[in-house]
């Protein structure tokens, strides 16, 4: 667990701010002090974006993602993920915030659709 970088990862947040460089999407930025950390935040529009990893976060994408050992603790710390994710939305949105997650594997298989996600918070300002 010490090698998983939680900041600069190649597969969600590097990959995601690729796309919106390419797509032409402006005023994000990245590390911006907000609660829960979200990988991008649109500070004008108030948008927070955060990228999950399906393993961490515990998406039900049909990859074969069980850890093998010690899985009941493994099994808590993803719920406990899992929990922490929706109190931070929901503190989030108290303070006025949209917020948009998504998955790594929607952003490794269908990266237009985030792109679009993203796009359309955008535009409900």
């Keep these: 667990m010490a090698r998983i970088r ?3 990862n190649t597969t969600t947040e590097l990959r995601l ?4 460089r390419k797509a032409g999407i402006a005023g994000w930025r990245r590390h911006y002090p907000l609660l829960g950390k ?3 935040a649109f500070p004008k529009s108030r948008l927070a974006v955060f990228v999950d990893g399906c393993f961490w976060h515990g998406h039900a994408c049909g990859r074969n993602l069980r850890p ?3 899985e009941k603790a493994w099994q808590e710390k993803i719920c406990g993920n899992r ?3 929706q ?3 929901r503190a989030l ?3 006025g915030w949209w917020v948009v997650r998504l998955w790594e ?3 490794a298989k269908r990266p237009e659709l985030c792109i679009d996600r993203i796009v359309k918070a955008l535009r409900v300002e």
């Design 68 to 70: 093998r050992r010690n």
């Design 83 to 85: 929990r922490r994710d």
């Design 17 to 20: 701010a690729e796309l919106m």
């Design 105 to 107: 594997c929607v952003l």
């Design 93 to 95: 949105r108290a303070e």
């Design 6 to 8: 939680s900041t600069g």
């Design 38 to 40: 979200p990988d991008f």
């Design 87 to 89: 109190r931070i939305v």
